[in-house]
């Protein structure tokens, strides 16, 4: 399975095992990790589980929608990197993703 690497507020980095078709968020609320609150539990609604995308990434996943850059422009700590982590799904060839996850989804 893809292993995707999340820098959390504190700073520590944790690497997950991410199965293809979950997303980055799936991944880290299954393993209890800290910064990803997902309040709307993947709907794209909340911007809470907002993440900075190392932009080597960024071609791995399907570029934003309108909804997801609406709700990103009031995220706190917003970064041109900027994504929401439920819109970001795994595939196969994600192994080795490394995202950061900032200290004011909620
Ligand atoms: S979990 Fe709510 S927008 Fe991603």
Do not use: K, W
């Amino acid at each position: 399975m893809p292993m995707v690497t999340y820098v959390v507020p504190d700073g520590s980095t944790h690497v997950v095992d991410v199965p293809a078709g979950q997303s980055v968020m799936d991944g880290s609320v299954r393993n209890n990790l800290p910064g990803i609150v997902a309040e709307c539990g993947g709907s794209c609604s909340c911007a809470t589980c907002h993440v900075h995308l190392d932009e080597e990434f960024a071609d791995l996943f399907d570029e934003a929608s309108d909804e997801e850059r609406d709700l990103l422009e009031y995220a706190e700590d917003r970064s041109p990197h900027s994504r929401l982590s439920c819109q970001l799904i795994v595939r196969a060839g994600c192994d080795g993703v490394r995202l950061t996850v900032p200290d004011s989804n909620g």
